[in-house]
């Protein structure tokens, strides 16, 4: 499956961005997905999952401002980010998980298939 994010852009601290994913295959919609974003000289990290039936998991630096969706039927996941801060300046990348429920754990990079090419999310101060 080829994912395509979009979305990403410069905005100010306290601002609201929305990044989209949109899946070449309809098999998308039964499949877990994820955001993970990378920082300048930093490991990629995990932002937020979300299963085929839309549980959903965040990490702690995001949980209460930031959201995670999707709309099965246009094969799309979303993350609204809101509150925005300069430390959320990454790359953010979308990834289509192995399984379709949210497994245990299943917050690392090697519990996802395949990856988007990502988008540049920049929060000045």
């Known amino acids: 499956v080829q994912l395509t994010e979009s979305g990403g852009g410069l905005v100010q601290a306290g601002g609201s961005l929305r990044l989209s994913c949109l899946a070449s295959?309809?098999?998308?919609?039964?499949?877990?997905a994820g955001w993970f974003r990378q920082a300048p000289g930093k490991e990629r990290e995990f932002v937020s999952r979300?299963?085929?039936?839309?549980?959903?998991d965040y990490a702690d630096t995001v949980k209460g401002r930031f959201s995670i969706s999707r709309d099965n039927a246009k094969n799309l996941v979303y993350l609204q980010m809101d509150s925005l801060k300069p430390e959320d300046t990454a790359v953010y990348y979308c990834?289509?998980?192995?399984?379709?429920?949210?497994?245990?754990?299943?917050?690392?990079?090697?519990?996802?298939?395949?990856w988007g090419q990502g988008t540049q999310v920049t929060v000045s101060s």
């Open positions: 990834a289509e998980g192995r399984w379709g429920r949210l497994v245990d754990g299943g917050r690392s990079p090697s519990d996802f298939d395949s």
């Open positions: 979300i299963g085929w039936t839309g549980a959903t």
């Open positions: 295959e309809r098999t998308f919609s039964s499949r877990s």
